[in-house]
């Protein structure tokens, strides 16, 4: 991971979750609760909190969530944690966002005459 300097919403964050376990994860609420006391979002909504965290996992930090009544956010501590969020949330995701491109991609090639490139690492 490259050392990156951090935003304060971002140190934040991190410090809210670096004791919090997969048995015990922080709700979104909760968090979203701390960080407005700090005055880093808004009362609204915690959309910039979720950016904050789509941020931090995009520099490497190991954020997981669970959902449910009894889920939240918390860091993974072992390889068994960090998959298993992995495959709930992510590969689930790209599984279902891949079939639901290759179908649409079959649509426009009856309706456009010509087949779609797949292109999915030009992003």
């Known amino acids: 991971m490259d050392i990156q300097i951090l935003t304060e919403l971002e140190y934040h964050i991190l410090e809210q979750l670096e004791n919090r376990r997969y048995e015990y994860p922080l709700s979104r609420e909760d968090l979203a609760g701390r960080l407005r006391w700090r005055g ?3 009362r609204k909504d915690d959309r910039t909190m979720r950016s904050g965290i789509e941020s931090l996992r995009k520099q490497g930090y190991l954020i997981c969530h669970r959902k449910g009544k009894d889920g939240g956010y918390y860091l993974a501590k072992s390889k068994a944690e960090y998959e298993d969020f992995r495959v709930r949330e ?14 649409m991609d079959k649509s426009a090639e009856v309706q456009f005459g010509e087949a779609i490139q797949l292109d999915l690492f030009r992003i």
Do not use: D, N
């Open 90 to 103: 992510y590969k689930s995701r790209i599984v279902s966002l891949a079939a639901t491109l290759r179908e």
């Open 40 to 42: 880093l979002i808004g």
